[in-house]
């Protein structure tokens, strides 16, 4: 079973800055994407940023010009570049990997906290 662990969570004020990692213990797929979402108390998780297979990025719109995705050198790894930061992303973020094709696997961290407050 694939393992994701997530990192670089922390607190920070208002308009700073954090770079989340996560890392696959093993990947088994020729082709998968990794994504970022996030949850904050008492809402539904939701979508942040893709990275394809071919590394093409897509974001939500309430981050998009203030968070970059990008994929690692290393297989599944893959990394949130967060900046201007503001009190709504306060949330917990996840990492997760999904393979392509039917039957592929579908894998999730166990999160990392992110709080923005002054």
């Known amino acids: 079973q694939v393992q994701l662990v997530e990192s670089g969570g922390g607190s920070v004020q208002p308009g700073g800055s954090l770079r989340l990692s996560c890392v696959a213990s093993?990947?088994?797929?020729?082709?998968?994407?990794m994504y970022w979402y996030r949850q904050a108390p008492g809402k539904r998780r939701e979508w942040v940023a893709t990275?394809?297979?071919?590394?093409?990025?897509n974001y939500a719109g309430f981050v998009q010009g203030r968070f970059t995705i990008s994929r690692g050198v290393a297989k599944g790894t893959v990394y949130l570049q967060m900046n201007n930061l503001k009190p709504e992303d306060t949330a917990v973020y996840y990492c997760?990997?999904?393979?392509?094709?039917?039957?592929?696997?579908?894998?999730w961290g166990q999160g990392t906290q992110v709080t923005v407050s002054s």
């Open positions: 990275a394809t297979s071919s590394g093409i990025e």
């Open positions: 997760r990997l999904l393979g392509a094709g039917v039957g592929a696997g579908d894998y």
């Open positions: 093993e990947t088994i797929y020729n082709s998968y994407a």
